[in-house]
């Protein structure tokens, strides 16, 4: 399976592409912020122990930092520069420039990069990761490997997607998120004439489509059928290669033919919509018809594929390099490896810049938050406050104490550093979160939808609504929380992955506040989201009671559906007034649960609410 490269110049790239454009509608249409994303000139490194092999290269939207070689660390700029330009020239209203620094770090191999790879929910280090890239509230970072295998850059421009996705589309599902990335991904920045080239196969994909069978897509477009596909490991493969291929199709296959009809799609969902009237709506055919036809594009010899010219990068290419200080080689590690969760690593690079420059802001920044991953809030917060008024941690100081304070519960002093962060930047999407949480706890609702009002401008995402609604709801403020869910499922639409589960916490704090209609409602309202024969469906039958407790409980098989099974049935024993049956249940989620359940964290909430009875409602 090859491509074919066609050129396609500025005055054509938007009908190339045109469903995009129509998606994009979707999102504010504001230019691009200005701010802390944009650096200013680079400097020289100040006196002190220079770094043998760190060093910095900086340009308009990047600044790098590695042990890597020169041409590898210059690499990764200029290509991210070229990649972040074409998104721009295909989408001009996108918001690219990101409200807060982009830190770009680039080891010299994979041993190297080894203990700076992302961990997994249960916090051992990735296997096969040559990159990846982490949006953080007052730095972004871009994180690759060089060396004999080569820089891994299509995953850096795959996560680079995801993130430009997220800040520019209020919900997305997720074939087309990770179609899109994958898509993208292929980026080939200009070798000869001036020409790059997007469509490429993305490694591996041919060959898992190749070997295998395409599954129905009435499955993939499904939120509910989606998630049952990636519960099968090996299915995994498959549903990223279906998706990339059909956002391929769609984009180039047969001349362009289906143009326009994902951004039709987007606006049905949004609209509330069913996935099968918003499909039939938007591409006017049955699942059977544009598998058929996807079946077809998959068996051809060749793709095609764009060839867009860019603009050159000579200036950047002939740019100097900066030195860097040793101290800040170890501090700028222990920042990562602290956002990481790597809290032993962290320390004891923190340590190494502390023993150069003890009082180095960064390295004491990753030390604060080392503690708090220790349990040590305390410690962390009598830290933070030294940092707070630091110009080069500021934002930084100022948003992770806001944090510190608000997991101690003390949410009232919690609102002066959120309020100090948006100050210091207003762009900074994180901080207005921290308020508007701040304040919900509080009771100050005003201000609190104010706040959150303004993080949705910054980050156009309901998710927002669906965190802040189990925070509420494990401090038992119901209230709240039932509205935020109500909020959620009006922003994401029913459609969304997350819906039948928002509607599941919504009727517990409904229930909770005596409100059982609402709680009805909101629970037959779900229904027809819920594929049939699926767990969600026992959890909803469970929910309205056509389960017992005892068939529920038999049903659950594997850890995970017994995670959701104990906690809903503890809530129900809990709201009859039998608080010792209940406390059996929400223990055996904390001693077996699934943590990476929001259900364990639910559970284990009301457990202490419940052994504590002066702290109950």
Same mark, same amino acid.
């Given at each position: ?56 290269? +900086? ?168 998630? !049952? ?63 058929? +036809? ?52 962290? +320390? ?41 008024? !630091? ?32 100050? =210091? ?87 909770? =506040? ?72 929400? !223990? ?17 909430? +009301? =457990? ?10």
């Amino acid at each position: 399976m090859k491509t074919r490269t066609r050129e396609c110049r500025p005055s054509v790239v938007m009908a190339c592409v045109a469903w995009v454009i129509a998606i994009l509608l979707l999102a504010p249409t504001a230019g691009e912020a200005t701010g802390p994303g944009r650096r200013g000139p680079a400097t020289q490194a100040p006196a002190g122990q220079a770094s043998r092999d760190w060093r910095r290269f +900086e340009s308009a939207n990047f600044v790098a930092f590695g042990n890597a070689t020169r041409d590898d660390l210059r690499r990764a700029v200029v290509e991210l520069e070229a990649f972040r330009a074409l998104l721009l020239q295909l989408f001009p209203t996108l918001r690219l420039t990101s409200p807060v620094p982009t830190r770009v770090v680039v080891f010299k191999d994979v041993a190297s990069f080894s203990r700076f790879r992302p961990r997994d929910a249960r916090g051992k280090l990735e296997e096969w990761v040559g990159g990846y890239f982490t949006p953080q509230p007052d730095v972004n970072y871009l994180v690759v490997a060089g060396g004999a295998s080569g820089l891994q850059l299509s995953i850096v421009f795959h996560e680079y997607t995801h993130y430009v996705l997220h800040r520019n589309l209020p919900s997305i599902p997720m074939w087309l998120d990770e179609g899109l990335s994958d898509f993208y991904s292929t980026f080939q920045p200009a070798r000869e004439k001036g020409w790059s080239q997007i469509g490429a196969v993305p490694p591996g994909r041919a060959q898992v489509l190749t070997n295998g069978s395409l599954f129905p897509l009435e499955k993939v477009l499904s939120t509910q059928g989606a998630l !049952k596909i990636l519960q099968d490991p090996s299915s995994v493969p498959m549903f990223y290669a279906e998706s990339w291929m059909l956002v391929h199709y769609l984009t180039l296959g047969q001349g362009g033919k289906r143009q326009g009809q994902i951004g039709a799609y987007m606006k049905a969902l949004q609209k509330g919509l069913p996935f099968e009237r918003a499909f039939t709506e938007a591409f006017q055919c049955t699942y059977d018809q544009l598998e058929s +036809e996807l079946r077809t594009y998959v068996n051809a010899r060749t793709l095609p594929g764009l060839g867009i010219r860019r603009a050159s990068t000579e200036a950047l290419e002939a740019a100097d390099m900066q030195p860097m200080l040793q101290a800040d080689a170890d501090a700028l590690q222990a920042d990562l490896l602290s956002r990481l969760g790597s809290g032993d690593d962290a +320390e004891k690079a923190a340590n190494r810049a502390l023993a150069l420059d003890p009082e180095h802001p960064q390295a004491r920044l990753a030390l604060a938050k080392v503690r708090l991953g220790q349990g040590r809030s305390a410690d962390a917060i009598a830290l933070l406050e030294t940092l707070v008024d !630091k110009p080069s941690v500021g934002l930084g100081a100022q948003m992770a104490l806001a944090s510190a304070l608000i997991d101690a519960g003390r949410y009232e002093e919690a609102v002066q550093p959120a309020e100090r962060a948006v100050q =210091l930047n207003d762009q900074a999407a994180s901080a207005w979160y921290a308020l508007s949480l701040a304040f919900a706890v509080l009771d100050r609702d005003r201000q609190a939808d104010s706040a959150m009002l303004r993080y949705l401008e910054l980050e156009p995402s309901p998710e927002s609504y669906h965190t802040r609604a189990y925070y509420l709801f494990r401090l038992g403020k119901d209230g709240a929380a039932a509205r935020d869910a109500k909020a959620f499922l009006e922003r994401a639409g029913w459609g969304h992955e997350s819906a039948p589960y928002v509607a599941f916490l919504s009727a517990l704090a409904y229930r909770r =506040l005596g409100q059982n209609a609402d709680a009805d409602a909101v629970l037959e309202r779900a229904r027809p989201t819920v594929t049939p024969g699926s767990w969600t469906e026992k959890v909803l039958d469970y929910m309205q009671r056509r389960l017992t407790a005892d068939a529920f409980l038999s049903r659950a098989r594997e850890n995970g559906e017994k995670t959701e099974a104990h906690t809903y049935v503890g809530f129900d024993l809990a709201m009859a007034g039998k608080r010792d049956e209940a406390v059996v249940h929400f !223990k055996w989620v904390q001693k077996q649960g699934s943590r990476n359940y929001v259900e364990y964290t639910m559970a284990v909430a +009301e =457990l202490e609410r419940l052994e504590k009875p002066s702290a109950a409602r």
